[in-house]
């Protein structure tokens, strides 16, 4: 990695460590397909953000880059762990093909965000993610806790999947202060990185069974709660998972009521969407399109353009923190 994308990675994190405390009023938006799958269509898909990227001054725009998928119970687990998508699990042609995408999406000077499932893996990703996540099944996890203290990267914790957020918030303290991580060398050796932590990260609500936590009530109880925990740092909204109950049509909705919010709000300081070329999903087979999700149904570009459009002229009418 040269010197000068380097800065621009570190500075993409300044930037989002600022929104996560109010120094800059401007908006985290992840955006992206469920999952990676194709480079000739994240290809497509991050030239189409490239060239409108531009037009949205108020936000500060990440590439949903996700590799690693967890599962309930089964299904395809990312396009490290299976590239081919043909249960041969060949990783090192997984890691070799994410590590060029990365490179990719970086060429064009574009953040990404992505979810950190294995600790073994993020090692070989870690050096392009602007923003990272610990999803819903792993929000309370001690070694997923040690990661994040460890990574020199804001990270997101969502709550878990039942919709509760208690967990996450002991991850957010738990962070706060000093942790010892585990972790493989280069040379395949065992080390130990002590008394790391990571003041960069926040909480992301993405509903729960049953359960949506995008709406004024949710957010406004969300944040007393964190006040009471003496953390200053702003909420992301998931408009996807169970706060769309898995319709990626019910996005549009949670986005139009998280404007509106935003206006009066400046502790929404983030929101993700799941967002690819063609609408909704497919099947896996043997003609897989590269521009159609094959994990959950995600929103078509067109859509995006509309929200991001939207969240672009609510922030910039909303207060700043100060």
Wanted: overall charge positive; hydrophobic content about 30%; some cysteine.
């Amino acid at each position: 990695m040269s010197n000068k994308i380097n800065r621009t990675i570190h500075n993409s994190r300044k930037t989002i460590s600022n929104i996560i405390y109010g120094n800059s009023n401007k908006l985290i938006v992840i955006v992206g397909p469920c999952s990676i799958h194709s480079y000739k269509g994240i290809s497509k898909y991050t030239t189409k953000l490239q060239n409108i990227v531009h037009k949205y001054k108020n936000l500060h725009i990440c590439v949903r880059a996700y590799f690693e998928k967890p599962r309930t119970i089964t299904g395809w687990k990312g396009l490290i762990y299976d590239p081919d998508i043909n249960t041969d699990y060949n990783i090192n042609k997984g890691i070799t093909k994410a590590l060029k995408i990365l490179k990719m999406i970086t060429a064009k000077k574009l953040s990404i965000a992505t979810e950190f499932l294995n600790t073994i893996l993020s090692n070989y990703i870690k050096h392009y993610i602007t923003i990272g996540t610990i999803g819903a099944r792993n929000c309370e996890s001690q070694i997923h806790r040690e990661l994040a203290s460890a990574l020199n990267i804001p990270i997101g914790f969502k709550n878990n999947t039942y919709g509760e957020i208690t967990g996450a918030i002991n991850s957010l303290i738990a962070c706060n202060k000093n942790n010892n991580h585990i972790y493989i060398d280069a040379k395949g050796a065992i080390r130990r990185q002590l008394n790391t932590y990571n003041k960069n990260c926040c909480l992301i609500l993405r509903g729960g069974h049953n359960i949506t936590n995008y709406k004024k009530p949710h957010i406004t109880k969300t944040l007393n709660i964190l006040k009471s925990n003496n953390l200053k740092q702003g909420l992301i909204i998931d408009a996807s998972h169970d706060n769309s109950k898995k319709n990626p049509q019910n996005q549009i909705r949670n986005i139009k009521c998280l404007a509106a919010q935003l206006q009066t709000n400046p502790k929404i300081c983030g929101v993700m969407i799941e967002s690819y070329i063609y609408k909704g999903r497919q099947n896996i087979s043997n003609h897989i399109n590269p521009y159609q999700s094959i994990t959950d149904e995600c929103l078509d570009f067109k859509n995006t353009k509309l929200l991001l459009s939207l969240l672009n002229k609510a922030v910039s009418n909303r207060k700043h923190f100060k």
